[in-house]
């Protein structure tokens, strides 16, 4: 340590005493953690060791990194601590005595040992000052220097205080661990023992114990070394100490020294910069590049291939040339190689699904052949080509020979091709086999290369320890001279006279005799012999292995060179192989320009033929034009012309007849056709979506890649892609309304005006009029054509073919008054909406007849005369004109197939809206994730994005920020600024603000009547904005008080202790009120239309800010609506030093996407949680419809798995976890073993069942699409994450949502509660309260008329709010009745804010900051702890924000967590709002009821089954809030021939019916829809996963499949039907699939309608089962079939998971089991039931008269009755509670020596009676939930089927299979009971 010039003494304050108890950590001997938890009330850590093994005797407490690094300054001060061991006394013996204090640092260790020894069970207070004379070093015990003191203290890494003394101790304690510093603006005692040195320039600190910036620490030397320059060529001044390896380097460079540039970058570091590679542009995809002159060359990465890497490889997709643009392997082969796709789009080529076997297996070919394929085909299309060309044509001998020359020209072009592949080939081979040896050769010289410097380092190591020996040995023999001479000077005085002999004075020699025989006896002591054996030992040593290391050195050398020749060798022969490969490509080179030498003569002679081609065509031309003959022509259109004239005249007739109804249908369709023209708009939400989902995917990369020195690029560029998706939602959501508005116009146009009818005859009608101008053009194409090739021949044919067209046109005009007649009056009469587009249609055909006409009068005026070029011309007109007549009939059917699309449901607009609303929640999160600084300029400002939940903020508001403002320099010493507001825009009601005033930070709030404000001591910190160190501000509100913690200099390495400072806003008013519609968030500055409080109205703030947390919610700036003066894009951030946590906060909202090995052997998962929530989803992975879900359940940890085809099972595993410590959960899969064990905190849980491979697995939550799947309704987990493993290693958590990597300060704070009938909880000890003024505050929530709020109590007094018929009412102790009674009701599910205050002014009761007024005063508080009890009673909702005032602490909310006593609550969130993960389908219609219609009159006499089991309950339960089921849905496949019959009139089925439903299915196979015969029929049904729509009749079929798999557990819209011949599949309103029946086949369908298995005739090909899964909204032609004439196996469509049971529908059913019982004297049955009504039959058995016994329930009462031919007997138990409670309840019936005897739960009751039963000899049938209707013979008081779940059915004690039924009767589900 180099010396310092001067010091001079500090000022140390003693309340600049460090004390931070958080992190102290206890370990053992063996460097074993013992698990602590931390005591906020007492600042101290407590230690649990009654589970500690008695084998320890040694702990110690271990300090946290707070209290380590450079500790110079806490020199002369003192550490003091606080420590206790618990136990009895009389049992706690005293350990062998150990250091009290342990310091270590610089490799040194120190001890201290007090001299008084701790007592057990008693508070022992530690005191040591940070001294030499203290300590000892730890291993000799010796005596400390100051130099070495101050050596440890320099690089302080441990500090340990011992915790164990005394055996049999129970707990251990430690608190108010202080260690002081000293400080130049303290106010204590002068700390003369600390110095403060002027260093030298490489030194730093107050003892110049640090490197200056640009210095590192080399550790050569005595004590800590020295500080020597770095050595980063300019691009860093931070390096390693030790081993100078540079920190951070700057310019884009990289290396040790920062000596080469980084990858993707070129220039020379050393002497110059480093740019980016332009490969292609900025976008560097590159690892590397040359650049000389203009020329790049560039090194690409996988996938790029371009000498800028400017395109995608064979193999990848995408566009790098684009911003933010990539290449993405292609996706089109499931056996893991690269596809052929489109390099742009990524559309595979040639992947068309089809059909095959199992057991075909095909690969695809690689880019290569692809290519060649592709060209291949294009030549073969082009020969194709040039052969129809040619075919026809009269070939002369020239051409022949011509194409023989060109044929032999192309064989010998093909061999000359063969031969270059061949030579191009073999030279690949080579050059590949050479790149193989380099890259050997590469290797083994880097081998030898890092080998040589390993050893060269190990030999400097040697020769530098060898020196410091030296130097130490040197050192010590000139110590040695000197004690030497000081010992002859010292007997020359003692003899009287100096070192050179001169006298000195007499004196008292006897003190100084005294000190030297001490001296000489202590030299004498001192035994250096020891040392020098080690030293000499160690010489001896060094020297031999110098000496190894020299021969070592010399014989690789040896082999070094040799290698080297041989290297050498290996590198002439590449070369000359080199050389070799050189010559060969110049060989091919010049075969390839051969090659193309020849091309370009094949070129020429395909020209040349092409020529010829156009030459022959020429002469084609000139034939056809003598293929015309006027006259014939002439005649042929005159009479066409009489024709359509009269024709005309009836058209107009019929036109005028029927004006009305074409006027009408003109407005119809141009209503249509408006409507239909809006289906653009789907597609520009599409692709709105798709843009959206771009930018987020560059959002989450920026986010990524956040990290470091790139911080400020990744913000900017967070901040841009911000704006961006802001504006694509902006258009997404205008787009996606639009369609919406769009869909709903179309569909409400088609069923008012009845379109699909009017379609239908449109369609008809144009059909016939198609199909008559077809026969017209027919007609007149086989009259004119072969008379225009007879005029070739001769004019005179002309005269000769008259007859012949005049017996065709006598054809053609009896068709065309065929035309006019019937068939004209038919149309007429069925088609009044054709009248206007025929009408048209004959109008353009006369415009376009009049120009065939004047051309034909022309071509016979001109025959003889004209040119042969004007008569081609003439004909050509013509032709045009014909065409043009015939093109108009086919456009009408294209309107109407127009119209028809339109009539299709729009689908997936509602998912598409989904997805949106998805994607603009995961943009929202990323951006709140943006923790990153913004930068103001004293002009601009954002208005931040607030959360959803505007009413939490009433009653408490925590808010936490950063601050910073730049030096005087940069500021411009601006004193007075604006912070923030969070208000309303009405700046007079109420609002939080903040403002900077003469350099203090100033909080002002306003809750209505009037302002609080407090401001800050302390002056907000200055900085600079490159490295800003910022002020932390945290604003804590609990109704009308406030409180707010202020840290200075919170960013940086020492920040200072908060300051607290307590806010009372004297307000009448406790309540934050924000109008949603007008509340603003505004951060650094308001827009100028914007009128401040006065209190804040200053400049926009200069300087950095940024947002930590709202209410527990991470907030950032970035996640803001607009700015003002601000372009993020351009602004740089501020940059802040930023502690890296391995900790990930789940907000309860989102999840974690995690990739895993899907074929792993062994696959493990592990992580650490904290959390204080009682329910959570932890982890979940899932393989089609196989799932493992482990979830937090009542605070215990529940795994819920799906194995097999078995319905879910679940078990609990471990204990409390959701107490907020840490627990560790591990699972691991045993592929082999087909086991799981999952292991939370050592308790281990074993689950049998082959596991399912998965490559993707979650954590803490899943997304919507899944949770929709599996029917899973527990919300995402909410608490911390650390320690997170796979299979493969540690997880980073890069896709997620709703995740946060840090956990803040106050995750663990639990403000609200769901409190389920007659949950309570219950508080006690909250300490003393105010003797004055008493007040209690607390929000609720419920649907209940009545409960029980809150009951406050002391020892002298209670009070107590109640809610009585939705009336709140105050009552207490002393009171006879309720002393208030709120006027309104409150039992609306809304969030509504309760204050009691009793004060100086009397008593009242705030209700939302209404108040009602009491001059009563409460009794005078007596000094007795307050207790507090929350809910019971009825009461059933949620309580939140609950706040009581007490003496001792500050204003503050209470922690529910904290409770005494809790039952049926649920902690951390409320069940009557929206789960978070459902808010993001806002609006979604997936959760609405869907609209309905009635069917028309056609199905009323239809037949229905019986209405005696559908009767309504007038005894239900009121429904749980965990329920769910999907409304209107069915469930099929819980048996094979599960199905529904509907029997349709004839009048429904139509030539063209169209089906629609709903599927939801993870099955690949199975038949969904059936009618028909085996001749004639119509299906869907699964195949491989995907839907397959058949059509046949008579031995002809249409088989139509979906693109798409649609077995993923969505559900999926499909549309099928046919019309005539043709036949339709749409999925999701997208996905259209068409065909026709081969030939004119039709089908029509008589036979009666089957969902899911049809026992009719149906083909082999079909599957004979039901598919599994769910159906729901079966429509015909858009009307619903919701009454089926019977039902086979179909249950409810259940929500969430399911377990073991039976469920029994509302709309009733039954099971009759396999399973019969021999009913008998002595009988015993045992089931259990969970009812959701109150009356029904649980179980029947019997079916002959007299003899039964039958279970049921009658309003809530179980009564077992018995009947045996001569008499019957009941007894009946009634509940003490209700049964509708939503848990299992036991029921037992037992019959022996003639007792009857019912037992439920634990009430039970007998009753006896004469029953003599015959010897049991027949089977009765077991009957569930209900009986038949046909058994008669019953006399029940009970009829009505059971509503609930029934499981666990025994029957004498052997459990009876309830899955094995012989008949399934109604909605019943054998598949399992929906989880509550």
Not at 1390 to 1398: A, N, T
Not at 1612 to 1641: A, I, Y
């Amino acid at each position: 340590m180099p010396q310092p010039r001067r010091f001079h003494p500090l000022l140390l304050s003693p309340s600049f005493q460090f004390v931070d108890m958080l992190g102290w950590r206890l370990e053992t001997a063996d460097r074993v953690d013992i698990p602590v938890s931390f005591n906020p009330g007492s600042n101290s850590m407590v230690a649990d060791l009654q589970e500690l093994p008695t084998t320890v005797r040694s702990a110690s407490w271990v300090a946290p990194a707070s209290y380590l690094g450079d500790k110079v300054s806490s020199y002369g001060g003192y550490l003091t601590y606080q420590a206790k061991s618990f136990g009895l006394p009389g049992d706690m013996v005293l350990l062998e005595k150990k250091p009290d204090v342990q310091l270590t640092g610089q490799h040194l260790s120190i001890i201290y040992e007090e001299a008084n020894t701790p007592r057990p069970d008693r508070l022992h207070h530690g005191r040591v000052q940070v001294v030499e004379g203290n300590f000892r070093h730890a291993s000799s015990r010796a005596p400390v220097s100051r130099e070495e003191l101050m050596t440890v203290l320099s690089r302080l890494a441990d500090v340990r205080i011992q915790g164990l003394h005394f055996t049999e101790t129970q707990r251990l304690t430690l608190g108010e661990v202080g260690l002081e510093e000293a400080s130049d603006t303290g106010s204590g005692r002068i700390a003369h023992a600390v110095e403060m040195c002027a260093c030298p320039p490489a030194y730093a600190g107050d003892s110049c114990q640090g490197c200056s910036p640009g210095y590192y620490r080399d550790h050569k030397g005595l004590y800590t070394g020295r500080c020597v320059p770095c050595n980063c060529n300019g691009h860093s001044n931070r390096c390693q100490d030790g081993s100078g390896i540079c920190i951070n380097c700057q310019h884009n460079t990289a290396g040790e020294h920062c000596e080469r540039c980084q990858e993707g970058y070129y220039g020379n570091a050393i002497h110059g910069s480093c740019r980016a590679c332009p490969c292609p542009h900025t976008n560097s995809f590159a690892t590397g590049c040359v650049v000389n002159g203009g020329n790049v060359r560039c090194s690409c990465k996988a996938g790029y291939t371009g000498t800028q890497c400017e395109r995608c490889a064979p193999g990848y997709f995408g566009n790098p040339q684009k911003f933010g643009g990539s290449c993405q392997p292609c996706n089109c082969n499931s056996n893991g190689q690269l596809g052929s796709c489109d390099p742009l789009t990524g559309d595979c080529i040639n992947q068309e699904p089809k059909d095959s076997s199992p057991a075909e297996e095909c690969d695809d070919c690689d880019s290569c052949v692809v290519t060649l394929l592709n060209d291949l085909a294009a030549m073969g299309e082009q020969l194709r080509l040039v052969k129809s060309q040619l075919q026809g044509l009269g070939v002369s001998a020239g051409l022949l020979e011509q194409m023989r020359h060109v044929e032999t020209q192309a064989k010998d072009l093909r061999n000359q091709l063969h031969n270059y592949r061949s030579a191009i080939s073999n030279h690949g081979s080579k050059l590949e086999g050479l790149e193989r040896e380099l890259s050997d050769l590469n290797r083994e010289f880097e081998t030898l290369q890092e080998k040589a410097q390993v050893n060269s380092r190990k030999a400097q190591t040697l020769h530098n320890n060898v020196n410091r020996a030296t130097q130490s040995a040197k050192e010590l023999d000139v110590k040695i001279k000197n004690v030497i001479r000081n010992v002859h000077i010292l007997l020359k005085q003692i003899s009287g006279t100096d070192g050179e002999g001169n006298n000195v004075p007499s004196g008292d020699f006897s003190t100084e005799w005294a000190e030297a025989q001490r001296m000489m006896t202590e030299l004498r002591n001192r035994n250096f012999e020891k040392h020098l054996r080690e030293a000499e030992a160690d010489r001896r040593e060094s020297q031999l292995l110098l000496n190894r290391i020299k021969t070592w050195q010399k014989i690789h050398q040896v082999e070094n060179s040799g290698l080297a020749d041989s290297i050498r060798a290996s590198l002439n022969e590449y070369e000359a192989k080199l050389s070799d490969l050189r010559a060969a490509l110049q060989k091919a080179a010049a075969r390839a320009k051969q090659a193309t030498g020849l091309n370009q003569e094949n070129e020429r002679a395909l020209g040349a033929i092409q020529r010829q081609m156009k030459e022959i065509n020429s002469l084609q031309s000139d034939f056809t034009k003598y293929l015309a003959t006027a006259e014939s022509s002439l005649l042929q259109t005159n009479i066409a012309l009489q024709l359509m004239e009269k024709s005309q005249k009836e058209y107009e007739k019929s036109a005028a007849n029927l004006n009305e109804a074409r006027q009408e249908l003109s407005d119809k369709v141009r209503e249509l056709s408006v409507s239909a023209g809006k289906t653009s708009l789907v597609e520009k939400a599409e692709k709105h979506a798709q843009s959206l989902q771009e930018l987020a995917k560059q959002l989450e990369e920026i986010k990524r890649n956040a990290s470091g020195d790139e911080l400020v690029r990744c913000a900017v560029d967070a901040a841009t892609a911000y704006e961006n998706i802001l504006n694509a939602i902006r258009a997404a959501e205008d787009a996606a309304n639009r369609a919406a508005s769009a869909s709903e116009s179309a569909l409400q146009t088609v069923i008012k005006e009845d379109l699909p009818r009017k379609a239908k005859t449109l369609s008809s009608n144009s059909d016939k009029l198609l199909n008559e101008a077809k026969i017209t053009q027919k007609k007149l194409q086989q009259e004119v054509r072969p008379a225009l090739s007879n005029l070739q021949q001769t004019l005179n044919m002309v005269t000769a073919q008259k007859e012949v067209v005049d017996t065709n046109l006598t054809t053609l005009r009896d068709g065309l008054h065929g035309i006019q007649r019937g068939d004209t009056d038919a149309m007429i009469s069925s088609a009044k909406s054709m009248v206007r587009k025929a009408s048209d249609i004959t109008d353009e055909v006369l415009d376009g007849l009049n120009p065939i006409q004047t051309d034909v009068e022309r071509i016979k005026d001109t025959y003889g005369s004209t040119q042969n070029e004007d008569f081609q011309k003439a004909l050509t007109d013509a032709d045009n004109s014909v065409n043009k007549l015939t093109n108009k009939l086919p456009d009408l059917w294209r309107k109407i197939e127009n119209i028809n699309q339109q009539l299709l449901p729009l689908g997936n607009i509602s998912d598409n809206m989904d997805r949106i609303r998805e994607l603009i929640q995961q943009a929202r999160d990323a951006a709140s994730k943006v923790a990153v600084p913004m930068r103001f300029n004293g002009k601009s400002g954002v208005e931040v994005r607030l959360p959803n939940d505007l009413e939490d903020l009433k009653g408490y508001t925590s808010l936490s920020l950063f601050l910073q403002r730049p030096n005087s320099r940069e500021n411009g010493g601006t004193e007075n600024m604006f912070v923030m507001y969070l208000g309303n825009k009405d700046a007079s009601r109420d609002y939080i603000g903040m403002a900077v005033v003469d350099g203090q930070l100033t909080c002002v709030y306003n809750l209505g009547n009037r302002e609080a404000e407090l401001q800050v001591d302390q002056i907000l910190t200055e900085s600079e904005t490159q490295e800003a160190v910022m002020d932390r501000v945290k604003f804590q509100r609990i109704y009308q008080f406030a409180r707010l913690n202020y840290t200075k200099g919170a960013t940086s390495s020492k920040p200072e202790a908060p300051g607290v400072y307590d806010m009372d806003g004297r307000n009448s008013n406790t309540l934050l009120n924000l109008d949603p519609e007008n509340v603003v968030f505004y951060v650094g500055g308001y827009p100028p239309d914007f009128k401040l409080p006065s209190r804040l109205d200053f400049p926009p703030y200069k300087g950095c800010i940024e947002l930590d947390d709202l209410n527990e919610n991470v907030l950032s700036l970035y996640n803001f609506k607009k700015t003002f003066n601000l372009n993020t894009t351009e602004v740089e951030p501020c940059r802040r030093r930023k502690e890296e946590s391995d900790k990930n906060y789940f907000e309860g909202t989102g999840y974690a996407r995690v990739p895993t090995q899907p074929h792993a052997p062994i696959p493990t998962f592990a992580q650490t949680i904290q959390t204080t929530v009682d329910r959570g989803l932890l982890f979940f992975a899932e393989n089609q419809d196989h799932f493992i879900s482990l979830n937090i359940e009542d605070g215990k940890l529940m795994v819920r798995y799906k194995l097999n085809s078995e319905p879910p099972k679940e078990r609990g595993v471990g204990d409390i976890i959701n107490n907020g410590r840490d627990h560790s959960i591990q699972i691991k899969i045993g592929k082999f073993q087909n086991r799981m064990w999952i292991n939370a905190d050592s308790q281990n849980t074993i689950i049998e069942g082959e596991v399912f491979d998965f490559s993707t697995y979650y954590l803490g939550g899943i997304p919507i699409a899944i949770r929709e799947r599996f029917n899973i309704s527990t919300p995402a987990f909410r608490g911390c994450m650390k320690n997170l493993k796979k299979t493969s290693g540690v997880v980073r958590l890069n896709d997620t949502v709703g995740v946060t990597k840090k956990c803040s300060e106050d995750w663990k704070l639990v403000r609200s509660a769901s409190f389920s009938r007659g949950g309570q909880l219950s508080f006690i000890n909250l300490g003393l309260p105010l003797t004055d003024h008493l007040q209690a505050s607390f929000g609720f929530q419920t649907f209940q008329p009545s409960g029980m709020l809150l009951n406050h109590q002391t020892r002298t007094s209670s009070l107590q709010v109640t809610l009585e018929d939705g009336h709140i009412e105050l009552s207490t102790r002393d009171s006879s009745g309720p002393i208030f009674k709120s006027p309104q009701t409150y039992m609306d599910g809304l969030l509504h804010y309760v204050s009691v205050i009793s004060d100086n002014s009397g008593l009242r009761l705030l209700i939302d900051d209404q108040p009602l007024r009491n001059n009563q005063r409460l009794k005078r508080i007596s000094g007795s702890e307050q207790s507090l009890r929350l809910g019971g009673s009825n009461f059933e909702g949620c309580i939140s924000n609950v706040f009581v005032q007490r003496l001792s602490l500050s204003p503050e909310v209470l922690d529910l967590a904290n409770n005494s006593f809790k039952r049926d609550v649920s902690l951390g969130g409320c069940n009557l709002n929206k789960p978070p993960f459902l808010m993001l389908l806002k609006g979604s219609t997936r959760f609405n009821k869907t609209r309905t219609f009635h069917i028309n009159q056609l199905l009323q006499d239809t037949p229905v089954a019986s209405s005696r089991s559908m009767k309504a309950s007038q005894d239900a339960c009121s429904p749980l809030p965990r329920m769910q089921a999907n409304h209107g849905a069915l469930r099929f496949g819980d048996i094979p021939t599960s199905h529904l019959l509907f029997k349709l009139p004839q009048e429904l089925l139509k030539s063209r019916s169209q089906f629609a439903v709903d599927v939801q299915t993870t099955s690949s196979r199975g038949l969904v829809f059936h009618t028909g015969t085996k001749n004639s029929f119509m299906a869907l049904y699964l195949s491989k996963g995907h839907l397959v729509f058949a059509l046949g009749t008579e031995r002809k079929k249409l088989r139509l499949k979906s693109k798409e798999k649609c077995n993923d557990g969505k559900w999926h819209t499909v549309v099928f039907g046919h019309d005539g011949e043709k036949g339709r599949l749409v999925v999701d309103g997208l996905k259209v699939r068409e065909g026709s029946l081969p030939g004119n086949s039709t089908i029509s369908i008589t036979a009666p309608v089957y969902l899911g298995s049809s026992p009719s005739g149906k083909p082999k090909t079909f599957p004979t089962n039901s598919f599994v899964g769910c159906l729901k909204n079966f429509q015909l032609d858009s009307k619903p079939l919701d009454t089926p004439s019977s039902s086979s196996g179909v249950s409810s469509c259940l929500g969430g998971l399911l377990e073991k049971g039976i469920y029994f529908s509302e709309e009733g059913g039954h099971v009759i089991l396999a399973h019969s019982v021999l009913l008998g004297p002595e009988f015993k049955l045992v089931f259990s039931i969970r009812p959701r009504s109150l009356t029904g039959i649980l179980i029947h058995i019997g079916s002959q008269p007299g003899k039964h016994l039958c279970v049921y329930m009658e309003a809530g009462k179980v009564t077992a009755s018995m009947e045996n031919g001569a008499g019957g007997i009941s007894t009946s138990v009634t509940p003490k509670q209700s049964l509708c409670d939503g848990q299992w309840h036991s029921v037992a019936v037992t019959i022996k020596q003639h007792f009857l005897h019912l037992e439920l739960d634990t009430d039970s009751s007998f009753t006896a009676g004469q029953m003599p039963f015959p010897p049991a000899s027949t089977q009765e049938p077991l009957h569930l939930g209900g009986v038949p209707a046909d058994l008669t013979t019953l006399t029940l008081p009970v009829w009505k089927s059971f509503f609930g779940c029934l499981r666990n059915v025994h029957v004498n004690h052997i459990p009876v299979p309830v899955t094995e039924a012989l008949e399934v009767q109604g909605p019943v589900s054998l598949n399992g009971c929906p989880d509550q």
